[in-house]
C-alpha cells in the first residue's frame, strides 16, 4: 500500500519558519517529481512547490519565491519543504504529492499520490 505521510505543521508566529517532511512508503519515487499543494479555508487547493525526479529541477508559486524551499532524498524516500518568513496568508493544510512524471507541474491531475495533509497556521 502506498502511502505519503507529511509531518512538521505546526503554529508559528509571523516571519518564523517550518519544516515539513513527506515520508512515502510502499513503493519508491525515484523516477517521478514531487510536490507540495496547500489549501487554506474556503479556497482551492494550490501548487506551492515542485522537484524533478533527480531533484535537478525546482518549480514554485511567485508567492513563495525566496522564502520556501523543495528537496528530497531519494535514498530516503523523503521530501522537505523549508518554510521561511512564514505570513499569515500561508496559513493552510498542506499537502505532499507523488507526480506520474518525472519533471513537475503544477496540475493537481499529474499527481496519482497524495498525502493527508498537514495543518499550518501562521499568526501575525
Known amino acids: 500500500q502506498v502511502q505519503l505521510v507529511e509531518s512538521g505543521g505546526g503554529l508559528v508566529q509571523a516571519g518564523g519558519s517550518l519544516r515539513l517532511s513527506c515520508a512515502a512508503s510502499?513503493?519508491?519515487?525515484?523516477?517521478?517529481?514531487m510536490g507540495w499543494f496547500r489549501q487554506a479555508p474556503g479556497k482551492e487547493r494550490e501548487f506551492v512547490a515542485g522537484?524533478?525526479?533527480?531533484?535537478?529541477?525546482?518549480y514554485y508559486q511567485d508567492s513563495v519565491k525566496g522564502r520556501f524551499t523543495i528537496s528530497r532524498d531519494i535514498a530516503k524516500n523523503t521530501v522537505y519543504l523549508q518554510m521561511n518568513s512564514l505570513k499569515p496568508e500561508d496559513t493552510a493544510v498542506y499537502y505532499c504529492?507523488?507526480?506520474?512524471?518525472?519533471?513537475?507541474?503544477?496540475?493537481?491531475?499529474?499527481?496519482?499520490?497524495w498525502g493527508q495533509g498537514t495543518q499550518v497556521t501562521v499568526s501575525s
Open positions: 522537484i524533478s525526479w533527480t531533484g535537478s529541477s525546482t
Open positions: 504529492a507523488a507526480s506520474k512524471l518525472r519533471y513537475s507541474s503544477n496540475y493537481g491531475g499529474d499527481y496519482e499520490y
Open positions: 510502499g513503493r519508491t519515487f525515484s523516477n517521478n517529481a
